[in-house]
């Protein structure tokens, strides 16, 4: 069986690590198999990382990803090889994941603590699914505060109704959090993990954060809420104007 950690922030976004003190973190310190960089609405990340895997011997593999923010709320998006575009709703988004061939995931489902989809969004998709709009996961084990507040309404709905391939991510910003949270898969490469999720033979694995993880994330808390709050809109600002710039102006 092969563990996985497919929920993991970079400094492309409000993470704190870069991808190389990812890589040198799970290589080192983890006994991961298999990796996801999911940084929020950024690509940059998920390229820099294949890029890095081919270039070197690392014992584990790496699956590309991304955290994509439709109109109702996170979607964790796997095995992409092109970025998803942002504020999309939920069901365009899904269909433009799986027209790539990737997955998505509910990450910290039903949570009040930050943008989530909702018990209606859920559940209108579960009902209705059709063509490319459908879910391959659902995240019952987010180890942050966001996923904890939620996750026993989540699970129980997951459970009795939904019943998608359970997922567990750490939704780590710092390297002390990687493998808090993990998804057990036959096997130990992207495939497998993917076959997995398409079979429903995952499970979680992992623990809520501890008091000490939790008073080391205060500590560096307003350099991570400078990170979020101030680097990562930069960065989609100057996406956008650059956007414009090549493309020639707005309307054109």
Do not use: C
């Not at 459970?159 to 057990?184: C, F, M, N, P, Y």
């Not at 497998?192 to 008073?215: C, I, P, Q, S």
């Amino acid at each position: 069986m092969g563990k996985a950690d497919i929920h993991i922030h970079t400094l492309h976004s409000d993470g704190m690590a870069s991808v190389q003190q990812v890589f040198d973190f799970v290589e080192n310190e983890t006994d991961l198999d298999l990796i996801a960089i999911t940084d929020h609405d950024m690509f940059d990340g998920a390229d820099e990382a294949r890029n890095l895997a081919a270039r070197r011997n690392y014992r584990f593999r790496v699956l590309t990803g991304i955290e994509v923010t439709t109109l109702e709320g996170h979607l964790l998006v796997l095995g992409i090889d092109k970025p998803v575009r942002s504020l999309m709703g939920l069901d365009q988004t899904i269909a433009a994941v799986h027209a790539q061939g990737g997955v998505v995931i509910a990450p910290h489902p039903m949570s009040w603590l930050i943008r989530s989809i909702g018990r209606n969004g859920l559940l209108r998709i579960h009902h209705n699914p059709h063509d490319e709009v459908y879910f391959d996961g659902f995240e019952v084990l987010n180890p942050s505060l966001a996923g904890r507040v939620a996750a026993r309404r989540a699970r129980a709905l997951n459970d009795r109704v939904l019943q998608l391939a359970e997922t567990g991510g750490s939704d780590s910003h710092v390297l002390q959090t990687i493998g808090t949270a993990v998804t057990v898969f036959p096997g130990q490469t992207a495939d497998d993990l993917l076959r997995a999720l398409k079979d429903k033979t995952t499970r979680v694995e992992g623990h809520y954060w501890t008091r000490e993880e939790m008073r080391y994330l205060v500590r560096i808390g307003p350099a991570q809420m400078a990170q979020s709050l101030v680097k990562l809109p930069a960065k989609h600002i100057r996406r956008v104007a650059k956007s414009l710039m090549t493309n020639g102006g707005v309307g054109r």
